[in-house]
T-cell receptor
Framework: EADIYQTPRYLVIGTGKKITLECSQT?????MYWYQQDPGMELHLIHY???????EKGDLSSESTVSRIRTEHFPLTLESARPSHTSQYLC???????????FGSGTRLTVV | QKEVEQDPGPLSVPEGAIVSLNCTYS??????FMWYRQYSRKGPELLMY????GNKEDGRFTAQVDKSSKYISLFIRDSQPSDSATYLC?????????????FGTGTRLTIIP
């Protein structure tokens, strides 16, 4: 079944730790996105990619980094987690001619 | 000013009621309009998609776009407890190339049995 997978679903981590949030899709979509979602706030785009070896920063400034070495894989890395990084992180993908995005179930990150 | 405004609610209605969810926007270039439904602890899923002005119906759901007023609506008829979720509007100026979506904040809806 074609889908988009995010792991872990929940993560509690201490300040200063390095973390990588995983996102993989099996639909062959060329475009992938990372959004940050906080309660009562709109989705904020933090990174996007239009293909392999292509990554761009989104509208919301983020201390995270991303890579796109394979079409299906778009991981997000925080080198040194801080409590301000506590949020829900949503990964999405799309392709030309597709209506809208397909979202993963999200990773809820808590930095203590 | 935000490009897309959406009342965050929460909105609670009894089962069977007609629900009206709305968004306003300021960018007149927007032509593609979407509604996403997001259940608790899940990612958003595309519910409805419309292009330009007019209505689109899918079962109990109707999406309406009024470009002259920069106003879009989602109507849910015969609402069910399973409709309880957060509904996000999203829009873009194009549907080709490298167009990014602009989202509203989402309206949290609860259908009371």
């Amino acid at each position: 079944e074609a889908d988009i997978y995010q792991t872990p679903r929940y993560l509690v981590i201490g300040t200063g730790k390095k973390i990588t949030l995983e996102c993989s899709q099996t639909m062959g979509h060329d475009k992938m996105y990372w959004y940050q979602q906080d309660p009562g706030m709109e989705l904020h785009l933090i990174h996007y990619s239009y293909g392999v070896n292509s990554t761009e920063k989104g509208d919301l400034s983020s201390e995270s980094t991303v890579s796109r070495i394979r079409t299906e894989h778009f991981p997000l890395t925080l080198e040194s987690a801080r409590p301000s990084h506590t949020s829900q992180y949503l990964c999405a993908s799309s392709s030309q001619g597709q209506y809208g995005y397909t979202f993963g179930s999200g990773t809820r990150l808590t930095v203590v | 000013q935000k490009e897309v405004e959406q009342d965050p609610g929460p909105l609670s209605v009894p089962e069977g009621a007609i629900v009206s969810l709305n968004c306003t926007y300021s960018n007149s270039a927007f032509q593609y309009f979407m509604w996403y439904r997001q259940y608790s602890r899940k990612g958003p899923e595309l519910l409805m998609y419309t292009y330009s002005s007019g209505n689109k119906e899918d079962g109990r759901f109707t999406a309406q776009v009024d470009k002259s007023s920069k106003y879009i609506s989602l109507f849910i008829r015969d609402s069910q407890p399973s409709d309880s979720a957060t509904y996000l509007c999203a829009m873009s100026a194009h549907n080709f190339g490298n167009e990014k979506l602009t989202f509203g904040t989402g309206t949290r809806l609860t259908i009371i049995p």
